[in-house]
Nanobody, 118 residues
Framework: EVQLVESGGDLVQPGGSLRLSCAAS????????VSWIRRAPGKGPEWVST????????RYAHSVKGRFTISRDNAKNPLYLQMNSLTPDDAAVYYC???????????WGQGTQVTVSS
């Protein structure tokens, strides 16, 4: 069974940091390009970042570039998203996805909530 299980979401103050994790199983994680996608309340899904199997040539949405860092550990199958300098605009449910960009929810995990508020 294919599973993507996100964790690490929390309530954080503006300017704070969080590290999200995604545990992958049931598919060849190390061979796939994977991504983070987020959805804020009342808004459509937004692509955040993508990382290829080798971990180089990562890509970021303009809104998070310079603040977020995507990484992966192919030996242990987690995917990470380090988020720094968080703002209220970053508040959303964050999903890891086994696709190279914005894609169907069929390829997402169940999500983890990030709330940014003072």
């Amino acid at each position: 069974e294919v599973q993507l299980v996100e964790s690490g979401g929390d309530l954080v103050q503006p300017g704070g940091s969080l590290r999200l994790s995604c545990a992958a199983s049931g598919f060849a994680f190390s061979t796939l390009t994977v991504s983070w996608i987020r959805r804020a309340p009342g808004k459509g899904p937004e692509w955040v970042s993508t990382i290829p199997p080798g971990g180089t040539f990562t890509r970021y949405a303009h809104s998070v570039k310079g603040r977020f860092t995507i990484s992966r550990d192919n030996a242990k199958n987690p995917l990470y998203l380090q988020m720094n300098s968080l703002t209220p605009d970053d508040a959303a449910v964050y999903y890891c996805a086994r696709c190279p960009s914005l894609c169907s929810e069929l390829y997402w995990g169940q999500g983890t909530q990030v709330t940014v508020s003072s």
